[in-house]
């Protein structure tokens, strides 16, 4: 099975990237969103055989048709499958030794199946998925300690991937943590970096190799991780929009709507970029609009279907009362900045140091609109915190530090990419001199 995720993951990197697809990407990131993509299309094809009762031999004789197709593809293109191999390998060497010391930290942070989220969430619906005659048995309040709405990205990989083996393993989430971890500080650099300014891709990929609770939580097998590289995927293609085809905005769509089958934060993610999105284009290129939105079509019907069909209420939503007393509570606001302000100081001050450069930096800022879609997305996330049920203090304690997990990588990449157009404008300027 692993073999043949590779190989599809090939079949769309020809198809999205080689076959008449403009986007001025390198070699490494058309790899990485390759990976993303394939990954998705097989959780599409799982969730689709599991919500409609297929046997999982279809799966299986789905994916050997799509690498069928994927011959054809090498054979009426006369591409060498070594030729593919050779495209696809970074040419850059500086990201190795980057790659070993992030290894280093993430085995030492690592610990089997993960923390107490991965085992009694993540890898417990993944169990459940594994067995597709029962797998809704877990699909009931009863055991509402286990958040049986959640969207099931990460369970059907982890699945996928049992299903594969014939068995429960606890290698297979640990692995997938780690190539997440990884995914994300080669995308960071791979994103940042350019032929005569590749320090600013090496600095960029050290929050992420030193700030430990960063590391931590990666290591932690949570959901939180994968949805931040999907939500930095997504903040790079909103940044390379202009003068893009239409089979660009497809794969755009494609790629955010990913983050609503991974959380339920992911939905209000591709809600705010998709809106930002409108904003830019609407008076000028309308079509594009339509591609995006025809792109993400596929998960938007799963996320629905899901939650309209088979999900039970989420808790949140079920246990809410005095909302409008919650909202003017003062108090209320004082707490949730003063453990914001805490967590940042204890647990993630590196990025106290990016607010103050991107603070120093403002007037340099070309980044509208990923600004515009962090700063809305953590709002809403404290929104949450003001009206949910749960007791404040203790809902501040258990999601405070994962939810600022999940934009971590996108505000490292807002800054760096601000501080690289500040550097080159300065040298430019200087030259003029």
Known sequence: MIILVL?????????????NFNLNFNSALKTIISCIVSIAVLVLIYTVHLFFGYDFTMFFQILILLN????????????????????????????????LIASYFFLKASQPWGKWDAWAIWNLHAKFLFFENEWTNFL???????????????????????????????????????????GLIITIYASISNKNLKIFGLFATLPLLFDFTYVSQSASQYADTLLSFVILISMIFLVNIKKKSKIYFLVFGFVASISMWIKNEGIAFF???????????????????LYYFLGALPFIAVVVYFKLVLAPSNDLVEESSGIINKVLSIERYLIIGK?????????????????ILNVFFWRTIELKPIGLVLISLFLCYLCIYLITPKELYWHLKYSMYRLIQQLYPSFIYATFINLQQWYMKASVKQHIQ
Not at 155 to 171: R, T
Not at 339 to 354: E, G, V, W
């Open 7 to 19: 190989l599809l993951s090939f079949l769309l990197k020809s198809l999205l990237f080689y076959v």
């Open 271 to 289: 809600f705010l970029i998709s809106l930002i999105l409108v904003i830019l284009l609407f008076h000028r290129a309308k079509y594009k609009l």
């Open 140 to 182: 009931t309040n009863s055991i509402s300690w286990t958040h049986p709405d959640y969207p099931l990205m990460l369970p059907s990989i982890i699945a996928i991937i049992w299903k594969s083996i014939g068995e429960f393993n606890y290698l297979v989430p640990a692995i997938i943590a780690y190539m997440i971890y990884i």
């Open 68 to 99: 069928v197709a994927y011959i054809i593809l090498i054979w009426r293109t006369k591409r060498h499958i070594l030729l593919i191999i050779r495209n696809v390998k970074p040419k850059f060497s500086i990201i190795y030794p980057i790659i």
């Open 339 to 355: 453990y914001l302000a805490k967590t940042l100081l204890y647990d993630y001050p590196l990025i106290l140091l990016l607010i």
